[in-house]
C-alpha cells in the first residue's frame, strides 16, 4: 500500500552536509509517525530521527541531536533529513519508516535505503 523511496545519498568529504529525501506513495494523512534509521556495516540498524505528521514533533538520540534534522513537507509527501558536519562512522545505509494511522492497519513500512558514503 505505501512505498517509500529515498534519494539523496552519495559520496561526500568529511565536514560536508546531505539532505536526504523519502517520497511517500500515500497521502501523509495515512501516516501517523515518519523517522529515519541507519545501517553501517557489522552493526545494528539504529535510529536517527522521527517526527509525528500532523503536529511534526521530533525525536533524537542524544548522539544525534547536534548534527541531524529531521522534517517534513506534508504537501509534497516528502519527509527530509538534513546532515551537517558529515563525520566518517556516518557511512552507513539510511533508511526512511513510517508508521501508518491504526485507522488504517498500523502498519510499518521501509524504504530500500540511500548509501551514504564519508571519505576522510
Known amino acids: 500500500q505505501v512505498q517509500l523511496v529515498e534519494s539523496g545519498g552519495g559520496l561526500v568529504q568529511a565536514g560536508g552536509s546531505l539532505r536526504l529525501s523519502c517520497a511517500v506513495s500515500?497521502?501523509?494523512?495515512?501516516?501517523?509517525?515518519m523517522g529515519w534509521y541507519r545501517q553501517a556495516p557489522g552493526k545494528q540498524r539504529e535510529l536517527v530521527a522521527t517526527?509525528?505528521?500532523?503536529?511534526?514533533?521530533?525525536t533524537y538520540p542524544d548522539s544525534m541531536k547536534a548534527r541531524f534534522t529531521i522534517s517534513r513537507d506534508n504537501g509534497k509527501n516528502t519527509v527530509y533529513l538534513q546532515i551537517d558536519s558529515l563525520k566518517p562512522e556516518d557511512t552507513a545505509v539510511y533508511y526512511c519508516?513510517?508508521?501508518?494511522?491504526?485507522?488504517?492497519?498500523?502498519?510499518?513500512?521501509w524504504g530500500q535505503g540511500t548509501q551514504v558514503t564519508v571519505s576522510s
Open positions: 517526527i509525528t505528521t500532523d503536529y511534526g514533533r521530533t
Open positions: 519508516y513510517a508508521e501508518e494511522t491504526r485507522n488504517l492497519r498500523g502498519r510499518d513500512y
Open positions: 500515500t497521502s501523509m494523512l495515512n501516516i501517523h509517525t
